[in-house]
């Protein structure tokens, strides 16, 4: 599948307008279980429901007569999981995830974990105030707007980065888990450059 998957979560989405903006360049949604209700909220129709459906909208709107409802009651995965394992039997290389956050946070804990473990299947663009992509070792370029904040920043390895485009570039400069890299400026198109792991790029206002 060439255009992304939108994947919607059930926790909080506090900017709703970036995520409808976003749909329209994605090839379809998708709903783990409660990220229904913001399909619902959103006038999303998905063309797919994954989970034990425990935390559907009710009632199911009535222009959904076409969704498909693909039903898993493992008790040891979560919904996120259970949809992750869903997009990759269609072929799904590149996901949009939308309500990944927010709400309890052990649910946030394991979803950032879930990230990770299927980073190297499937490429993440995650949405919140913002947009966040995690990246492996590789060359990137991204239209960013002038003033645009960024964050560079390490996962869970430390990474060797270079950048231009950006009001304090960086010079294969090592980032390793913490606050180095945070609250950047585009001052126009970002070139990058990671080496040696995966690192985390967030962007804060805007979409790539």
């Known amino acids: 599948l060439k255009k992304p998957f939108l994947l919607l979560l059930n926790g909080q989405i506090p900017d709703l307008s970036l995520v409808r903006r976003l749909a329209g360049d994605c090839a379809g949604v998708v709903c783990a279980d409660g990220g229904a209700r913001h399909a619902a909220a959103l006038k999303l129709r998905p063309r797919f429901v994954i989970g034990d459906m425990d935390s ?3 009632p199911l709107p009535e222009a959904w007569n076409e969704t498909i409802y693909w039903c898993d009651f493992d008790d040891n995965t979560s919904d996120f999981e259970k949809a992750l394992r869903f997009c990759l039997g269609l072929g799904c290389r590149s996901l949009y995830v939308a309500g990944a956050l927010g709400g ?5 804990l394991v979803n950032l974990s879930l990230l990770r473990r299927f ?5 993440f663009k995650l949405i919140d105030q913002g947009v966040a992509e995690l990246l492996g070792p590789g060359h990137y370029r991204r239209r960013l707007r ?11 390895a430390s990474a060797r980065v270079s950048s231009s485009g950006l009001h304090y570039p960086l010079s294969r400069t090592v980032l390793k888990p913490g606050s180095r890299g945070l609250s950047n400026q585009a001052t126009g198109p970002l ?3 990671v080496r040696r792991h995966p690192a985390a790029q967030q962007l804060g206002d805007e979409s790539l």
């Open 191 to 193: 070139s990058l450059r």
């Open 119 to 123: 980073s190297g299947s499937i490429s």
């Open 146 to 156: 002038r003033g645009m904040a960024v964050s560079l920043l390490a996962s869970s």
């Open 56 to 58: 559907l909208p009710h």
């Open 104 to 108: 309890r946070f052990d649910h946030a």
